[in-house]
């Protein structure tokens, strides 16, 4: 094989198995176990762009936490059925390989230290820790 | 390189990509805006395991519906502080590219047809919307 064609090659490949790879796995393809942390904050001041923006902020330096897989931030869409619960103003939603990185990531000092920083920024919080396999 | 050899160095090439892509990304590490998608479901029978069952079931023919990029089907982690809500049966996880690929699942006949069949097994659903970066 050429340099040229064997390097394009290798691009091709990388490529492919990045494509057709699950997240995450290594493991031929095998469903492959999470444990998803998904917080809903609500602002103190609701509707407050100002404290929304403050605390998507200190969300983004709590995303540094070496054992999380996987961050969304996100904002309620403009989706708005009965079923769908839109008073939340930020959804921080996490993906861990399991519990005992979740519980590394909560006793860590960037954690810590978003408590400390942010928490009179929001009214109250709601937590869905859920396990289970990551399919497609 | 031998044969062997090149097929080593071909799939250590092959997992790095893996290891090292961004979920769904092929943009350069660009943040990539995601639809997420968070619906709990509550059963008429909490704790009938049976019923639980039954709606997994339902829920993984469910996620054959093309629009779905990433999907997570999992039951509440053994964590419980005050701020956990553990009372839901099943948490069901969507990522779509956008609001419109959303729009198209919410219609699609896999979809009606899951309703049709499972929906006389849950008390309430809740439902999450949120747009917003992926990161990491």
Do not use: C
Not at 19 to 29: G, I
Not at 75 to 83: C, D, G
Not at 87 to 112: C, M, R
């Amino acid at each position: 094989m050429k340099k040229t064609t064997r390097r394009k090659f290798l691009q091709t490949t990388a490529l492919a198995s990045v494509a057709a790879a699950p997240v995450f796995a290594s493991d031929n393809n095998k469903a492959k176990e999470l444990f998803v942390h998904h917080v809903y904050f609500y602002l103190k001041n609701p509707g407050n762009e100002a404290d929304r923006a403050k605390l998507i902020e200190g969300l983004e330096v709590l995303s540094k936490v070496p054992e999380i897989r996987m961050v969304h931030i996100g904002t309620p869409a403009s989706t708005n059925r009965s079923v769908i619960e839109r008073g939340y103003a930020v959804s921080w939603l996490l993906f861990f390989d399991n519990l005992e990185q979740e519980e590394i990531y909560q006793k860590h000092p960037i954690h810590l230290k978003f408590i400390e920083d942010y928490s009179h920024l929001w009214e109250k919080v709601i937590v869905y820790d859920s396990v289970g396999a990551k399919r497609g």
